[in-house]
């Protein structure tokens, strides 16, 4: 009988369970303050977002605007979307779904890699299944969680193998028939190429309004667009069972199989080619072997971990979005390198604003509170909200502008606690807004920060003339 083959060995400081954008900068800001650091990742160095989410989904529908664009401006000619030449420019994005770039970056960050699955067996020891044999990480000074999220599938499409997000952006067929199930970013994203990639699109939503938790009048300006790029949006309206006919086969971005029918909450039906299931997506905790240490999912959510133990991005319950993930990645990796070296690291501001933009047609873009939020908060608000197209520079970017841009400002400080933008090019008005709720700059400071004419920056002016006098 043969001896079974004992785990190798490896002693570094921090051992990261994941290598997404997130698990690499926690690995980079750990090196980069004199730790070593070791990611350990069963897929694509690089994760999700980087062949899967945002990156491809940008890239396809970065052309969807142009072109959109284009037929909006008069003197311009060729407007038209090329779908191989759109699928190809994708394609390039994601590297050919190939991780080989990424590798080189680890290597010359100074990163271990460690490919295969790795889960928890004790306290700062991780096991590692991969197709060299297993190996053993002892972190000397932390483990880091940081292995995203998964999608959560209703069990109305049990046997249906629907698409999800994945399959959306790494479409390879285009159905002729498409039902989307949700109303919150990936929907409606997905829901802007898929149009413009010749899909009779249909969205089924639950609520009564697409992007909930946002101003009213972006999701109202979202759903209006959609509409008229020929999409079929119905509201209060759920899956209440699904089927295929015949046999659902698999394969990325393409057709699962035969006809899928939905049977609606409302008692109607759709039959379509294809379902995508935007229905959310859950932190990936089920196979890290918390219950090696004693853990549980819920105990990771709620922060009850010991000081060796960290989550991070999706895994830790944080806003999911890529950019939140790595700024408290980047502040985990420093934390850990300074607490190593007997550093205390620089204190963070009291309000993280968090920052989020759509990119529909047009695009919208959100950052700290609403104001139902706010006032849900019992701030005393004051709002500003003007037309996209009020500033000339705005109104420069197309000659059918629609949307707003809204400010909500505290009275009590004077200071801007959260902003809303929808119009073309929406998302790059975004970082200014960040900054000054980061920074609690008073509005009657921010209007001496003058906007060049005639950029899209001076609709900035617009918002603050509209406020009260007295805070102005």
């Known amino acids: 009988m043969s001896t079974p083959p004992q785990d190798q060995r490896i002693r570094t400081d921090v051992v990261v369970i994941g290598a997404g954008p997130v698990g690499e900068n926690v690995a980079q800001y750990a090196v980069e303050g004199g730790l070593s650091a070791t990611l350990v990742e069963h897929e694509l160095l690089g994760g999700e977002c980087s062949y899967h989410a945002c990156i491809p989904s940008k890239a396809l529908l970065r052309p969807v605007d142009v072109a959109s664009t284009t037929r909006d401006l008069p003197g311009v000619t060729g407007s038209s979307v090329d779908i191989s030449g759109l699928l190809a420019r994708r394609d390039a994005w994601v590297s050919h779904y190939d991780d080989a770039g990424q590798r080189t970056w680890a290597a010359d960050a100074g990163v271990a890699v460690v490919r295969g699955h790795g889960q ?53 067929e285009i159905p002729e028939r498409l039902v989307i199930v949700g109303g919150g970013v990936v929907a409606c994203e997905a829901a802007t190429w898929m149009a413009a990639l010749g899909s009779q699109v249909t969205m089924v939503v639950r609520g009564n309004r697409l992007l909930s938790g946002w101003e009213e009048f972006a999701g109202r300006t979202v759903v209006e667009s959609l509409r008229d790029s020929g999409v079929d949006v119905r509201f209060t309206t759920e899956v209440a069972w699904a089927s295929r006919q015949g046999p ?13 029918t939905l049977s609606l909450s409302d008692d109607s039906a759709l039959e379509a080619d294809e379902v995508l299931a935007a229905t959310g997506r859950r932190p990936a905790l089920e196979s890290v072997g918390l219950d090696a240490v004693g853990l549980t999912p819920a105990d990771v959510l709620s922060g009850a971990l010991p000081a060796w133990l960290h989550a991070v991005g999706d895994a830790g319950g944080t ?32 309000v993280i604003p968090v920052p989020q933009a759509v990119f529909t047609q047009p695009q919208a873009a959100t950052v700290g509170r609403t104001e139902a939020q706010a006032c849900a908060d019992d701030v005393d608000v004051a709002v500003s909200q003007v037309p996209y197209n009020s500033a000339a520079g705005t109104a420069l970017l197309r000659d059918t502008v629609r949307g707003a841009a809204k400010i909500v400002v505290d009275r009590r400080t004077g200071a801007l606690v959260g902003a809303t933008f929808v119009g073309p090019d929406a998302a790059e008005q975004l970082h200014a807004a960040t900054v000054a709720i980061a920074g609690a700059v008073p509005v009657h400071v921010l209007r001496h920060a003058i906007p060049s004419f005639p950029t899209a920056s001076e609709l900035w002016l617009r918002l603050l003339e509209e406020l009260p006098a007295d805070l102005r």
Do not use: C, M
Not at 323 to 348: E, F, I, M, Q, S
């Open 248 to 260: 659902a086969a698999t394969g990325l971005g393409r057709i699962h199989g035969g006809p899928v």
């Open 319 to 350: 806003a999911p979005l890529t950019h939140v993930g790595k700024y408290h990645a980047r502040v985990l990796g420093t934390r850990l390198a300074a607490d190593a070296g007997g550093r205390n690291d620089r204190p963070a501001p009291d």
């Open 120 to 172: 928890l067996v004790g306290e700062r020891l991780v096991r590692v299944e991969g197709a060299d044999g297993p190996v053993a990480l002892e972190a000397q000074r932390a483990v880091v969680l940081a292995t995203g999220s998964s999608p959560v599938i209703p069990p109305a499409f049990d046997g249906v193998e629907p698409w999800t997000s994945r399959d959306a952006t790494g479409v390879q």
